[in-house]
């Protein structure tokens, strides 16, 4: 699977977006786009994935480049509860079986 | 949204006994489940995959012996730590990939080893 790169922490100010960036310039034509949350001590949070496409769902949106070497996540009105590691994850069915590999993530700190 | 549970969500136990973790896909079907563990301050690691009717598929050091996984029915997957020893202390968390393939996770375990 391709390696991503995010940056380690973010802050944000509640009722304002967050924008999340990641690098995945040696992405596969394949390969889709992930990006899951995890609050502390809960298992990992499914928020939205995409393959070329821009994709919208009621969580957040994500934006694809058109050369797919980076995304951003987009959370349009953060909220307190928004605040968690926000994981970036590139993976095929047909290379990996769908097997998730996680990285560090970023730390999304949302501030009142 | 598509929901999985784990059971129990923490348990725990003496050195040397064996801990049976339940991991169900409540809404959807899954062929296929995976095991991660999560360490403190650390990201998840996948330990195995699990498919239903066979197998199951471990990562590179992983024990297989040692953690027992067993995949009987389409929303059932069980992890069973054998012998289980204080540094199997961990956050054990599952997931299940729903028929177009992605992967929803469980609120995860956390085992104490005494």
């Known amino acids: 699977d391709a390696k991503t790169t995010q940056p380690p922490s973010m802050d944000c100010a509640e009722g304002r977006a967050a924008n999340l960036p990641c690098n995945h310039s040696t992405i596969s034509g394949n390969e889709y786009v992930y990006w899951y949350r995890q609050i502390h001590s809960q298992g990992p949070q499914y928020i939205i994935h995409?393959?070329?496409n821009n994709e919208t769902n009621e969580m957040a949106s994500l934006i694809i480049t058109e050369d797919r070497k980076s995304s951003t996540l987009i959370l349009p009105h953060a909220t307190l509860r928004d605040t968690a590691v926000y994981y970036c994850?590139?993976?095929?069915?047909?290379?990996?079986?769908?097997?998730?590999?996680f990285g560090e993530g970023t730390q999304l700190t949302v501030n009142p | 949204g598509a929901v999985v549970s784990q059971h129990p969500s923490w348990v725990i136990c003496k050195s040397g006994t064996s801990v049976k973790i339940e991991c169900r896909s409540l809404d959807f079907q899954a062929t296929t489940m995976f095991w991660y563990r999560q360490f403190p301050k650390q990201s998840l690691m996948l330990m195995a995959t699990s498919n239903e009717g066979s197998k199951a598929t471990y990562e590179q050091g992983v024990e297989k012996d040692k953690f027992l996984i067993n995949h009987a029915s389409l929303t059932l997957s069980t992890l069973t730590v054998t012998s289980a020893h204080p540094e199997d202390s961990s956050f054990y968390i599952c997931?299940?990939?729903?028929?177009?393939?992605?992967?929803?996770f469980g609120p995860g375990t956390r085992l104490t080893v005494l």
């Open positions: 997931s299940a990939r729903d028929r177009i393939r992605t992967q929803y």
């Open positions: 994850i590139v993976s095929a069915d047909e290379t990996s079986g769908s097997r998730l590999t």
């Open positions: 995409g393959l070329k």
